[in-house]
T-cell receptor
């Protein structure tokens, strides 16, 4: 089983829709969690950290479920500019980051 | 804002050449990383460094070496370039090991 797994998609959604991605991780000792976005042929950019109590940044909401070992990203009111690949990242303190393979999102006009 | 600068956006080299990829960060970060990214394989860690003159192998170190003589600079070296090293190379840095990584723009390297 891979350490971090994501549905590769693509998720094709209309503008204004709400879309959610999940990411599962296998190492129960994982301590830090992040979502990155990566545009085509560009570098990954930090979207948001994921905190135990869940956190929101504008239209984006991240949740962590330690019992089931998954994190989620919810995007409300999707914009065309949200089209990208979303990478789930898991870190065990003192160890390296493990990147998921990414979920591709296309927001359609 | 954190700035991670990679020396080249695009690079074309020949098989057998020794290739140097440079990365500089301006935020006094302790940790620096080199990844390669290939379609369908995601990001794979080549080497990382937690301090000056310190280096550790990642998941795919074969055919590569690194150098970290100064805190802000982390170099990736392809000892004898081969066509299977054609890839997008990404450098990243982080303040501490549990802090998010910040990436450079990437270098698209083609080995002919």
């Amino acid at each position: 089983r891979k350490e971090v797994e994501q549905d590769p998609g693509p998720f094709n959604v209309p503008e204004g829709a709400t879309v959610a991605f999940n990411c599962t991780y296998s190492n129960s000792a994982s301590q830090s969690f992040f979502w990155y976005r990566q545009d085509c042929r560009k570098e990954p950019k930090l979207l948001m950290s994921v905190y135990s109590s869940g956190n929101e940044d504008g239209r984006f909401t991240a949740q962590l479920n330690r019992a089931s070992q998954y994190i989620s990203l919810l995007i409300r009111d999707s914009k065309l500019s949200d089209s990208a690949t979303y990478l789930c990242v898991v870190n065990n303190y003192g160890q390296n980051f493990v990147f998921g393979p990414g979920t591709r999102l296309s927001v359609l006009p | 804002d954190v700035k991670v600068t990679q020396s080249s956006r695009y690079l074309v080299k020949r098989t057998g050449e020794k290739v140097f990829l440079e990365c500089v960060q301006d935020m006094d970060h302790e940790n620096m990383f080199w990844y390669r990214q290939d379609p369908g394989l995601g990001l794979r860690l080549i080497y990382f460094s937690y301090d000056v003159k310190m280096k550790e192998k990642g998941d795919i170190p074969e055919g590569y070496s690194v150098s970290r003589e100064k805190k802000e600079r982390f170099s990736l070296i392809l000892e004898s370039a081969s066509t299977n090293q054609t890839s997008m190379y990404l450098c990243a840095s982080s303040l501490r090991s549990n802090q998010p990584q910040h990436f450079g723009d990437g270098t698209r390297l083609s080995i002919l």
